[in-house]
T-cell receptor
Framework: DAKTTQPPSMDCAEGRAANLPCNHSTISGNEYVYWYRQIHSQGPQYIIHGLKNNETNEMASLIITEDRKSSTLILPHATLRDTAVYYCIVRPQAAGNKLTFGGGTRVLVKP | NAGVMQNPRHLVRRRGQEARLRCSPMKGHSHVYWYRQLPEEGLKFMVYLQKENIIDESGMPKERFSAEFPKEGPSILRIQQVVRGDSAAYFC??????????????FGEGSRLTVL
């Protein structure tokens, strides 16, 4: 699986948008970009994924650059409950492909 | 639709004892993954199983650890002769194998093993 690079930590003000960057310059054509988060002591939670088009769901938006070498996860209105470690992972969508977690970005939402 | 169920949530063992962790995947899911998270560290893949088959065990320690996913019943992660270094949170995830598959893995809340 392609390697990803994320900043180790970032702070965000409550109510503001949080923009989380991820670099994946070696991504392959069949690899999707997945985002998960882990709130303290809980199991990881799926957020969103995409291939090349921008995606939006009830939790977040995913913006993927045209060359697919980087992406940004946007939490539109961060709340205190969004404080977590956010993981950007690239891998094929096919069944049976495990997720390989890196260090992620530790996001602290401050009041 | 119940999520991934893991039990026990907390387990305390003395050195040399055995630990058994159970994982019931989501309904309709035939793929199970086990991950380990040591204190203050990231999630590390251990093993991936389908019903009655181990598909990828590249992350499993060579000794004392084993996993199974029988035709009936939950997946079991078994740790024999536990040592203090086995103290960690063990997470199970499941996914579909066919049909409307999005690549998403659904995680349980984990089993926290403490070895005294």
């Amino acid at each position: 699986d392609a390697k990803t690079t994320q900043p180790p930590s970032m702070d965000c003000a409550e109510g503001r948008a949080a923009n989380l960057p991820c670099n994946h310059s070696t991504i392959s054509g069949n690899e999707y970009v997945y985002w998960y988060r882990q709130i303290h002591s809980q199991g990881p939670q799926y957020i969103i994924h995409g291939l090349k088009n921008n995606e939006t769901n009830e939790m977040a938006s995913l913006i993927i650059t045209e060359d697919r070498k980087s992406s940004t996860l946007i939490l539109p209105h961060a709340t205190l409950r969004d404080t977590a470690v956010y993981y950007c992972i690239v891998r094929p969508q096919a069944a049976g492909n495990k997720l390989t977690f890196g260090g992620g970005t530790r996001v602290l939402v401050k009041p | 639709n119940a999520g991934v169920m893991q039990n026990p949530r907390h387990l305390v063992r003395r050195r040399g004892q055995e630990a058994r962790l159970r994982c019931s995947p989501m309904k309709g899911h035939s793929h199970v993954y086990w991950y380990r998270q040591l204190p203050e560290e990231g999630l590390k893949f251990m093993v991936y199983l389908q019903k009655e088959n181990i598909i990828d065990e590249s992350g499993m320690p060579k000794e004392r650890f084993s996993a199974e996913f029988p035709k009936e019943g939950p997946s079991i992660l078994r740790i024999q002769q536990v040592v203090r270094g086995d103290s960690a949170a063990y997470f199970c995830a499941s996914s579909r194998g066919t049909g409307e598959y999005t690549g998403e893995l659904f995680f349980g809340e984990g089993s926290r093993l403490t070895v005294l």
